[in-house]
Nanobody, 124 residues
Framework: QVQLVESGGGLVQAGGSLRLSCAASGPTFSSYNMGWFRQAPGKEREFVATIRWTAGSTNYADSVKGRFTISRDNAKNTVFLQMNSLKPEDTAVYYC?????????????????WGQGTQVTVSS
């Protein structure tokens, strides 16, 4: 399995931007499909975005499409989530995850490795 550590969260005003990073350890990072999920207080963890291991294909939740961009640098074992036009409803703990299943999967159960999460708070 791959070990994942997120960073880049923080407090931002509505309309602002943040860039999350997820550093992976392990020699097989480039073979994993990667995803971002989030969990708000009192709510279930929800899918945000995924990127295929070849970095050519991406998949987004409707709620973030056009505002968030997932990318990866396999040479640096890192996946990113650029978040623009942030809204208060984007407030959540954001988790990075790795999957050896289909890159189109939005089900958290298909992701076998998870980071510890990073808090994103958007004020109105």
């Amino acid at each position: 399995q791959v070990q994942l550590v997120e960073s880049g969260g923080g407090l931002v005003q509505a309309g602002g931007s943040l860039r999350l990073s997820c550093a992976a350890s392990g020699p097989t990072f480039s073979s994993y499909n990667m995803g971002w999920f989030r969990q708000a207080p009192g709510k279930e963890r929800e899918f945000v975005a995924t990127i295929r291991w070849t970095a050519g294909s991406t998949n987004y939740a409707d709620s973030v499409k056009g505002r968030f961009t997932i990318s990866r640098d396999n040479a640096k074992n890192t996946v990113f989530l650029q978040m623009n036009s942030l809204k208060p409803e984007d407030t959540a703990v954001y988790y990075c995850a790795a999957s050896s299943r289909s890159w189109t999967s939005r089900w958290s159960g298909d992701f076998g490795s998870w980071g510890q999460g990073t808090q994103v708070t958007v004020s109105s």
